[in-house]
Structures are given as structure tokens and as C-alpha cells.
């Protein structure tokens, strides 16, 4: 007896109707399939149940065709599953795949280390180990860099505050050359709407402080700025840097009315320590 022999069995089973070969055959089944075991217990105690219920004043006796219909809606829901299309290998190997860019980021980093590493194992044999082991680490460190750089302007774009700043705390793992991560540190700092985040990207910020791209868009940046804390931030990023070009700048800060009297005197503070 196959599993959906058995289950068109059970209703029949519960109500006592079946005739003594097959409850015999469908007990024989239950005792050695769990899972129409499961089923028949469930359909059992469903049952049971049922009978529980208090017959209402109008008893109600369905009509002679009702098991008919329960049938033909049972091999209804069957022909759809047999004909419905089976998904390929492909298609269920990537509804596997999550669906969060940092998910992905962290999963690609995993299969990276581990093809290198199974690289390292199956390499063939070279007469100058060490000149290869030498380029194979080189190799190593640029594709860990890559993905690490991947990962951060990934987490950098998200809807998620929290995901942002993780993404500021992938920029410190970079090389301090990396333009792109610098790029969208630059980006998170003038237009991120969440002062925290920005905050964090300046911080981030001094690693790259060796490039005089990264120097003068500092001293940019701070006009850009619609909160005094960020401002003030730059400001001592600067004063950090030892970054006496910004001395123009921010005297113009210092002087400006429009500015905050906190950032305004933060400038002035700064140019003292410039000078």
C-alpha cells in the first residue's frame, strides 16, 4: 500500500467503515511509515474531537453526494501538484541564497578563503616555493582587500542606519589608497540622513588622511554640514591632520554670522592650533 492509498483510507478508517483487509493493510502501512503514522494520529484526534460536538436541535445529515465532491476535490489538488512544474536544481540551489546584501557579502567573503585555501592545497609542485608562496599571499591580500571593499560600499547603500555603520566599520579594514570606499565615506558624510552615521564616517575618515583628495574634501565638506556637531567633528579632523590649508577656510567659518556660535568658535580654536 503506497502513502496516498493510505490517506484516502483514513476517513474511512476513523468512521469504522472499512472492511477487515483493508484496516488490516492500512494498520500494516501506519506501523512502518511515520509520516502517515503523524497523519493518522492527527486525523484520529480530529476526530474524536468531532464527536464531542452537542448535536444541535436541527440535526443536520449531509446530502448522499458530499463524500463524491470531498473526492473529486482531493484528485483535483493531486492532478495540480503531478502538473505543476518541478523546479530545477539551479532554482532551488538559489532560493538558498539570502536575501541581505551583508548576508551575501559575508557568505562570498567564507567561499573566497576557502577556494583559496583548497588552492593552496592542490597547487602543483614548483621548483621556487618561496617566490610562489610569496605571490599567492600577494594575491590573497588583494582579493581579501577586494571583497572587504565590496562588502563596505555595500553596507554603506542600505535603508538600515545599522547596516550603514557597519559598512563604516568595514572602511577601516581597507587599504588607505582604496578611492572607492573613500568615495562613498566622502558620500556618507555630506548626505547620510543619520548624524550618527555621519559621525562615524568622519572618524572613519582618518585613515584616508594622507591624500590631499581626502584632506581637501574635508575642508569642503564642513559648509555642507547642517549640524553643528558634524561640523565641529571635521573641524577637529583637521586639527588632527595638521592640516594648515584649511586656515583660509576656516576663518571664513570664524567670521561667518550664518554659522553656528559653537562652530564659529571652534574654528577660531582651531586656527590657534594651526598656526
Sequence with gaps: MTCDEARLLL??????????????????????CEQCHAEAEQLGALWKNLALIPASSGDFEPGANLRGRFYDTLNAYRHGLESAPRRSLRDRIFSLWPRQPAWQMGIGFALLVIGVGIGFEIRPANPHPEQATGIELSQLHAEVNSMRQMVAISLLQQQ???????????????????????????????????????LAAVDALHAFGASPLTRTAIIQSIRKQTTPLVQVALIDLLVDLKETEAAPELKKIAADDQIDAGVRQHAEWALGKLQ
Excluded: C, F
Excluded at 476517513?11 to 512502518?32: F, I
Excluded at 547596516?163 to 555630506?190: F, H
Design 11 to 32: 476517513p474511512d478508517y476513523w468512521s469504522r467503515t472499512l472492511s477487515e483487509a483493508n484496516e488490516l493493510a492500512l494498520e500494516t502501512h501506519v506501523a512502518t
Design 160 to 198: 538600515s542606519a545599522s547596516e550603514r555603520l557597519r559598512g563604516v566599520s568595514y572602511a577601516y579594514r581597507v587599504q588607505p589608497s582604496d578611492t572607492e570606499v573613500l568615495s562613498a565615506l566622502l558620500t556618507t558624510v555630506n548626505q547620510d540622513s543619520n548624524v550618527n552615521v555621519r
